[in-house]
C-alpha cells in the first residue's frame, strides 16, 4: 500500500457538483477533482493523444483508477481554516468564435479560501518506476476545480500508512465509517458529522457520487462561517506519520 502525499497551496478555489457557472462550492475539493488533477499531470508526462480531449481523459482517468485502492480513496485533510465566500465573477472568453472575439460575461461564483491542503492518493502495487511517474504528476497540479482555483504543490512524496490507531484526519466515505462514529458515540464520546455529495470519478456519461464524511467543524464569527478540523472524530486502523504529527486515514481493508 503506498499514499502519496500532495501538500497544495491556494489564493483560493471552487469545486462544484455540478459545472454550472453560477454555482456555489463544495467545502473541500471533490475525489473527481484530485484526479482529474493527477490525470492531466500524466497527459503531460506522457504526451498522450487522442482524437478528441474527452477521449485522452477517459483513458488517463482510468489508468489512475485502476491504480487506487478504490475510487473513493481519494482524500484531503485541511490544514488551514476554509472560509467560503461568494463574488462576481469576471472574465474575457478570447477563444470563442464570432465577429466579436472578446466577449466577456459574469457570474456569481463561490469561493473556498484558505492556505493549504493535504491530499492523499492511495494506491497499490506500485512499481518504483510507476512511483515517479506519478510523483512527476503530482508536481505538476496547477488547479484544482476552475481555471481560477490555482494551486501549487509545495511538498509531495510516498509514505507507507501503519497499523495504528488515530483520529481520523481525512475525508471518508460516510457509508463506510458511519460504524465508526457510531461506536465513539456508544462510548461515551463526541463527533461532529458534517457530510456532502461529491462527484467520485470524471463525468463522462455517468455520474457517480457518494456522501463524505468530513472531519469538520463549522464556526462562527460575527457575520464569518468558517470551517476547522475537529477533535471530535472517530478513530480508525490505520495513520500516517507527517512531520511529527499522527494522522489517522482511512483504507478498505477488501
Known amino acids: ?31 473527481s477533482a484530485l484526479k482529474g488533477a493527477l490525470a492531466r499531470g500524466l497527459v503531460l ?17 482510468k489508468d489512475v483508477e485502476d491504480k487506487l485502492v478504490d475510487v473513493r480513496a481519494v482524500e484531503v485533510a485541511p490544514l488551514t481554516p476554509l472560509v467560503k465566500t461568494a463574488f462576481l465573477l469576471k472574465r474575457l472568453r478570447n477563444l470563442e468564435s464570432g ?20 491530499v492523499a492518493y492511495i494506491f497499490k502495487n506500485l512499481s518504483e518506476e510507476e512511483k515517479g511517474l506519478y510523483l512527476k504528476a503530482a508536481m505538476l497540479i496547477d488547479t484544482i476545480g476552475d481555471t481560477e482555483s490555482l494551486a501549487t504543490v509545495v ?27 457510531t461506536s465513539k458515540v456508544r462510548n461515551g464520546g463526541a463527533v461532529k458529522v458534517h457530510t456532502e455529495t461529491m462527484l467520485v470519478s470524471p463525468d463522462y456519461g455517468s455520474r457517480r457520487e457518494d456522501v463524505f464524511y468530513l472531519p469538520l467543524e463549522e464556526k462562527r464569527r460575527r457575520r464569518v462561517i468558517y470551517y476547522e478540523r475537529t477533535a471530535k472524530v472517530p478513530d480508525v486502523g490505520r495513520a500516517i506519520n507527517l512531520g511529527g504529527e499522527v494522522l489517522g486515514i482511512w483504507i478498505p481493508e477488501s
Not at 105 to 116: G, H
Not at 155 to 179: D, H, N
Open 45 to 61: 508526462l506522457k504526451g498522450i493523444r487522442g482524437e478528441n480531449l474527452d477521449e485522452v481523459a477517459r483513458k488517463v482517468v
Open 1 to 31: 500500500m503506498d499514499v502519496l502525499l500532495v501538500r497544495l497551496r491556494f489564493p483560493f478555489y471552487s469545486v462544484a457538483r455540478k459545472s454550472f457557472q453560477v454555482r456555489t462550492s463544495l467545502v473541500l475539493p471533490s475525489p
Open 155 to 181: 511538498w509531495a512524496g510516498f509514505v507507507s500508512p501503519k497499523r495504528k490507531s488515530a483520529p481520523l484526519a481525512f475525508y471518508a466515505p460516510y457509508r463506510e465509517i458511519s460504524q465508526a462514529l
Open 99 to 118: 465577429s466579436k472575439p472578446e466577449k466577456g460575461d459574469a457570474m456569481r461564483r463561490e469561493y473556498v479560501f484558505t492556505r493549504e491542503l493535504l
